[in-house]
T-cell receptor
Framework: GQNIDQPTEMTATEGAIVQINCTYQTSGFNGLFWYQQHAGEAPTFLSYNVLDGLEEKGRFSSFLSRSKGYSYLLLKELQMKDSASYLCAVADSDYKLSFGAGTTVTVRA | IAGITQAPTSQILAAGRRMTLRCTQDMRHNAMYWYRQDLGLGLRLIHYSNTAGTTGKGEVPDGYSVSRANTDDFPLTLASAVPSQTSVYFC?????????????FGEGSRLTVL
């Protein structure tokens, strides 16, 4: 099975940087995903890491350390529209995704 | 451009009734999934199908059944609904078992069982 932990809530100011950590313990690993979910909407894909290191995509970056069972999502130059839940998910040996409970990020003006 | 369509969007159901949530995708994806999302628990996998004609159990399959008669459709059935099945249900698909790095989600079906 999978055990995925991430903080419940984070608050940051517009224009700032926020780092959302995710730790996991899995019985198989085929990659780590981050999804964004605005209230009342479906999750949408943000990033995918399968090798150690940093993946950068515009204002969002994601890091993975497989040996430590650790990932983070870095949101830079925060905008009000970034207020959402961010879901960490791990793919098992059969590529099925297990999700953490999500981190709600609130961006304040 | 539809992607994944779920129906109904919202439903209130009496306990003990049978309910089928419909899911249709037009992306010709091989794999499809049903998740439920509850506050504080995140998304939990109910059932999945890696290809038409096959299904498998996820983390929380009890009380639910699925079928995959063709590539496009993946209905979820609650044979006899109970209040603990009150949740938001998301259908999702991926090209090939999720290893392309992206699940595509439907807009969700909010189910309330009284």
């Amino acid at each position: 099975g999978q055990n995925i932990d991430q903080p419940t809530e984070m608050t940051a100011t517009e224009g700032a940087i926020v780092q959302i950590n995710c730790t996991y313990q899995t019985s198989g690993f085929n990659g780590l995903f981050w999804y964004q979910q605005h209230a009342g909407e479906a999750p949408t894909f943000l990033s995918y890491n399968v090798l150690d290191g940093l993946e950068e995509k515009g204002r969002f970056s994601s890091f993975l350390s497989r040996s430590k069972g650790y990932s983070y999502l870095l949101l830079k130059e925060l905008q009000m529209k970034d207020s959402a839940s961010y879901l960490c998910a791990v793919a098992d040996s059969d590529y099925k995704l297990s999700f953490g409970a999500g981190t709600t990020v609130t961006v304040r003006a | 451009i539809a992607g994944i369509t779920q129906a109904p969007t919202s439903q209130i159901l009496a306990a003990g009734r049978r309910m089928t949530l419909r899911c249709t995708q037009d992306m010709r994806h091989n794999a499809m999934y049903w998740y439920r999302q509850d506050l504080g628990l995140g998304l939990r996998l109910i059932h999945y199908s890696n290809t038409a004609g096959t299904t498998g159990k996820g983390e929380v399959p009890d009380g639910y059944s699925v079928s995959r008669a063709n590539t496009d459709d993946f209905p979820l059935t609650l044979a006899s609904a109970v209040p603990s099945q009150t949740s938001v249900y998301f259908c999702a698909s991926s090209e090939s078992g999720g290893n392309t790095g992206e699940l595509f989600f439907g807009e969700g079906s909010r189910l309330t069982v009284l």
